[in-house]
């Protein structure tokens, strides 16, 4: 119930292209989803993130959907860039009434854009 | 730019040998997180502390693993004694958390990358 799943896996776009990358999860508990991305050698970093209240988010050219019926989410690059290739990491935090929270990762996405 | 700082950068030790790794989160965040990143697994949260408090560190193997603060600046996780399966990159993350607030982010530092052999 902890656990978010990302696809694919590993993703291959021509430049200009859009990238799309799926996240799914079961615990209905999670209300922040970050989307994370990391180069190599680097920590992760945050791009965008989104709350269950609302169905999109768009920064630039990453945009959030989410589904909370369905439990899941997805991040759309569009135009995508040789610059964008790295791995994205999407995430749920899930918040208690103690104060506590646990920040959940999917597995990544290995995305690389052929110029 | 404000930064987490981990040290080392990189560590290769024999089995059997402590590690420490070390964190500075940013100054003026009260959270800190250590996560551990495999090809396998991904990223695993490791253990997590509140104003300098541990929170959960349900995700830590405790007869080897310990993790603490001695103050605001500093953030330790210690592995006594180091197997070869503990090899993986250890990241510290920082940020700041009040009350409701759910949208604030986490900034990770660069990592340290461990090699039991």
């Known amino acids: 119930q902890q656990q978010v799943k990302q696809s694919p896996q590993s993703l291959i776009v021509q430049k200009g292209g859009i990238s799309i990358i799926n996240c799914a999860y079961e615990?209905?508990?999670?209300?922040?989803f970050p989307w994370y991305q990391q180069f190599p050698g680097k920590g992760p970093a945050l791009l965008i993130a989104i709350r269950p209240d609302v169905s999109e988010k768009k920064e630039g050219r990453f945009t959030i959907s989410f589904n909370k019926s369905a439990k899941q989410f997805s991040l759309h690059i569009m135009d995508s860039q040789p610059g964008d290739s790295a791995t994205y990491f999407c995430?749920?935090?899930?918040?208690?009434?103690?104060?506590?929270?646990?920040?959940?990762f999917g597995k990544g996405t290995k995305l690389t854009v052929n110029p | 730019d404000a930064r987490v700082t981990q040290t080392p950068r990189h560590k290769v030790t024999e089995m059997g040998q402590e590690v420490t790794m070390r964190c500075q989160p940013i100054l003026g965040h009260n959270t800190v997180f250590w996560y551990r990143q495999t090809m396998m697994q991904g990223l695993e949260l490791l253990a997590y502390f509140r104003n300098r408090a541990p929170l959960d560190d349900s995700g830590m193997p405790k007869d080897r693993f310990s993790a603490e603060m001695p103050d605001a600046t500093l953030a330790t996780l210690k592995i006594q004694p180091s197997e070869p399966r503990d090899s993986a990159v250890y990241f510290c993350a920082s940020g700041f958390r009040v009350p409701r607030d759910r949208g604030s982010p986490l900034h990770f530092g660069n990592g340290t990358r461990l090699t039991v052999t």
């Open positions: 615990n209905t508990a999670f209300d922040y």
């Open positions: 995430a749920a935090n899930l918040f208690t009434q103690g104060g506590s929270e646990k920040l959940v």
